[in-house]
């Protein structure tokens, strides 16, 4: 994966420089790391889906990556949900949106249906939400079953940060689970992936788990983009807890 994202980063570093940027100088109140946004951007860069669903933006700091990548790629369209509107009170969303973006405001658990009536199911799913074991829970059986037969592309945040542990309850016990390991969400979702004969690509580049695969990106990454990382607001800036993996990826053989 290592291989693949520096061919990444060699295609597309311009457009994410200007996205980092971008995120930077509004100042968005981002709760994600660099590393994992930077991946993040590559991907829709690459994949170039159609429509992506970010679960959820909060005041929109992944929104911004999100849209930048849509707009680099002249293609596409994103609905973020949420239960307020953050994204309508940060200028740099506003300045992207170019009429790609739409706020869809609520519970998602309420409101997820009627987007999936109206436009589909996404091929690129951001989830950044209520971080537990019930959301965990909702997403294996209410929202993936929806992507049966679409190859989806799948980012979640949080599952490795080795200070958080579930919304529910905050803390996290390190002498019983340690940093390397999953938080709530996180074990809900790597049990249901193991079992899982159509997903693919399980990935991070999470500093707790994999610190060398970790510090080999970051050289790879550095070399190309020509400076360092530059900075996380709340985590460690170095955390990157996301979870990157696919979805019904046999259907790449019939595309
Ligand atoms: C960790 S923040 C998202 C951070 C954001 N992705 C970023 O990059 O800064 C989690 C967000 O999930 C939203 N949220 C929590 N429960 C939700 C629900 N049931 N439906 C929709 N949004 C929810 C919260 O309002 C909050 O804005």
């Given at each position: 994966m290592v291989d693949h994202f520096s061919e990444l980063y060699g295609a597309y570093s311009d457009g994410l420089r200007a996205a980092k940027r971008l995120a930077m100088r509004c100042?968005?109140?981002?709760?994600?790391g660099d590393i994992e946004m930077e991946l993040t951007y590559l991907r829709i860069r690459h994949q170039k889906p159609e429509l992506v669903w970010e679960i959820s933006p909060n005041w929109g700091y992944s929104t911004i990556f999100l849209l930048s990548a849509l707009k680099d790629n002249k293609a596409g369209q994103l609905i973020s949900f949420d239960t307020w509107d953050g994204p309508g009170q940060n200028d740099c969303v506003q300045q992207l949106t170019q009429g790609r973006h739409q706020m869809v405001v609520g519970d998602i658990k309420d409101t997820y249906a009627s987007q999936v009536d109206l436009q589909g199911v996404p091929d690129y799913l951001f989830l950044d939400s209520y971080h537990s074991h019930g959301f965990g829970t909702w997403y294996i059986q209410t929202l993936f079953p929806l992507f049966q037969g679409k190859h989806v592309f799948v980012g979640l945040h949080d599952v490795y940060n080795p200070g958080f542990w579930s919304d529910d309850n905050f803390e996290r016990d390190l002498t019983i689970y340690p940093e390397w390991m999953p938080n709530e969400e996180g074990m809900v979702i790597l049990d249901w992936l193991v079992y899982n004969d159509h997903a693919c690509h399980v990935f991070t580049a999470a500093k707790s788990r994999w610190p060398d695969t970790y510090k080999h990106l970051v050289t790879m990454r550095n070399s190309v983009m020509g400076d360092d990382v530059e900075r996380d607001y709340v985590l460690p800036y170095d955390a990157n807890p996301t979870l990157f993996f696919e979805l019904n990826c046999q259907s790449m053989l019939t595309d």
């Amino acid at each position: 994966m290592v291989d693949h994202f520096s061919e990444l980063y060699g295609a597309y570093s311009d457009g994410l420089r200007a996205a980092k940027r971008l995120a930077m100088r509004c100042n968005s109140k981002g709760l994600s790391g660099d590393i994992e946004m930077e991946l993040t951007y590559l991907r829709i860069r690459h994949q170039k889906p159609e429509l992506v669903w970010e679960i959820s933006p909060n005041w929109g700091y992944s929104t911004i990556f999100l849209l930048s990548a849509l707009k680099d790629n002249k293609a596409g369209q994103l609905i973020s949900f949420d239960t307020w509107d953050g994204p309508g009170q940060n200028d740099c969303v506003q300045q992207l949106t170019q009429g790609r973006h739409q706020m869809v405001v609520g519970d998602i658990k309420d409101t997820y249906a009627s987007q999936v009536d109206l436009q589909g199911v996404p091929d690129y799913l951001f989830l950044d939400s209520y971080h537990s074991h019930g959301f965990g829970t909702w997403y294996i059986q209410t929202l993936f079953p929806l992507f049966q037969g679409k190859h989806v592309f799948v980012g979640l945040h949080d599952v490795y940060n080795p200070g958080f542990w579930s919304d529910d309850n905050f803390e996290r016990d390190l002498t019983i689970y340690p940093e390397w390991m999953p938080n709530e969400e996180g074990m809900v979702i790597l049990d249901w992936l193991v079992y899982n004969d159509h997903a693919c690509h399980v990935f991070t580049a999470a500093k707790s788990r994999w610190p060398d695969t970790y510090k080999h990106l970051v050289t790879m990454r550095n070399s190309v983009m020509g400076d360092d990382v530059e900075r996380d607001y709340v985590l460690p800036y170095d955390a990157n807890p996301t979870l990157f993996f696919e979805l019904n990826c046999q259907s790449m053989l019939t595309d």
